[in-house]
């Protein structure tokens, strides 16, 4: 740990807007669970606001540099941490994400995300070259598809493709030659139709409801259909706290997860919704900000593999919600409730508010 100057060098308007994310985000779970058998998730998503707020401080204390310096160590227990999730973790709906961890519930998969922005800062900012060759892209990639396919194992296709704009943005920012990136592009478009094959029935669906959520309006295209219809519903105004037909008469599945925005849409219509990503956008402009001050290419990786994972998030999370993107159970960060989910973000920023403030030590 290092010290600082003083407690005004911390970034205080990302945690302003982050704190009115994450209100957002409380009240609106209150609003769409009140009356289900979700009623106590409010108070539960402060809890996890409360002591990620505790987890952000203390990682802001620790020098990333340190942490970078170890980085190798944590990949190594993110590994060991994801094959014992595997072997003994809890299965929930055909799926082993979660273990038990001094009584909590813990979606190892949400901190591989951590742990990879420091592999990827680290790897490429000890490249000196000016632009990346082969042999760096190769190893950084298999760095980042290693967890990725121990995740897709579990399966959790929407957490492993979370991996994917943190490994992307840093190979773009370190200098990837356009005709790599020609061929990149070339290889996945050809070989997605292939992977597909590869993809579990349900997902298969999911892909399948995306394009023709019609075909099965009771079954596979339900949540679609659902959330658009809310999102619809909302209007200019919305219907008001509490008042939204599709939340509250459960036609909207877990309006207090991954449709939250579907449930907030529908209470607060345009208007809301406006804020809300006025507010993601000042969010992620503030972080890239913090990466165009770092002292060192390190810490420009690490701000900008932040901004880049977030920007992932809401893009996918609001596009599903609009019919605009496949159904993959990615969170909508700060407001989704969740507590895996909340703390990884809160630590991600902790290590932001660390490039930070390593800018005011002596």
Not at 178 to 185: A, C, D, M, P, S
Not at 321 to 348: A, D, K, Q
Request: charged residues 15%; aromatic residues 12%.
């Amino acid at each position: 740990m290092t010290g600082y100057r003083s407690i005004r060098d911390l970034d205080w308007p990302l945690l302003i807007i982050t704190l009115a994310l994450c209100t957002l985000g409380v009240l609106q779970i209150y609003s769409a669970t009140v009356a289900s058998k979700w009623h106590d998730a409010w108070w539960k998503q402060i809890i996890w606001v409360t002591t990620g707020l505790v987890m952000m401080w203390i990682l802001s204390m620790f020098d990333y540099h340190a942490l970078l310096g170890r980085v190798f160590y944590f990949y190594v227990g993110c590994i060991l941490l994801l094959v014992t999730t595997a072997v003994v973790g809890n299965k929930v709906f055909g799926s082993t994400r979660w273990i038990h961890v001094a009584g909590f519930t813990l979606q190892t998969s949400e901190f591989v995300k951590i742990v990879l922005i420091l592999l990827v800062a680290r790897f490429l900012a000890d490249i000196k070259a000016e632009t990346l060759e082969w042999k760096d892209v190769g190893k950084v990639a298999a760095f980042v598809g290693v967890p990725m396919v121990l995740v897709m194992k579990e399966p959790d296709l929407g957490t492993a493709l979370t991996y994917i704009p943190i490994l992307i943005c840093g190979i773009l920012m370190a200098g990837l030659r356009w005709k790599y990136l020609l061929l990149i592009t070339s290889v996945l478009v050809i070989t997605l139709p292939i992977g597909y094959h590869f993809l579990k029935p349900y997902q298969k669906n999911r892909l399948v409801s995306f394009i023709y959520p019609d075909r099965d309006p009771r079954g596979t295209g339900f949540q679609v259909i659902q959330s658009k219809i809310a999102v619809g519903n909302g209007g200019m105004w919305g219907r008001g706290a509490k008042e939204s037909s599709q939340t509250h008469l459960g036609f909207l599945p877990v309006p207090h997860t991954d449709f939250i925005f579907s449930s907030f849409a529908e209470e607060h219509g345009f208007i809301g919704i406006v804020i809300a990503l006025v507010l993601y956008f000042l969010l992620i402009m503030q972080i890239v900000q913090n990466a165009q001050t770092a002292t060192d290419k390190a810490g420009l990786y690490l701000c900008m593999g932040v901004a880049a994972l977030l920007l992932f998030h809401v893009l996918v999370n609001v596009g599903m919600v609009i019919g605009r993107m496949p159904i993959t159970g990615i969170p909508l960060p700060l407001m989704s409730s969740g507590g895996s989910n909340t703390w990884s973000i809160f630590l991600m920023l902790g290590l932001v508010n660390s490039v930070r403030l390593r800018r005011f030590v002596n």
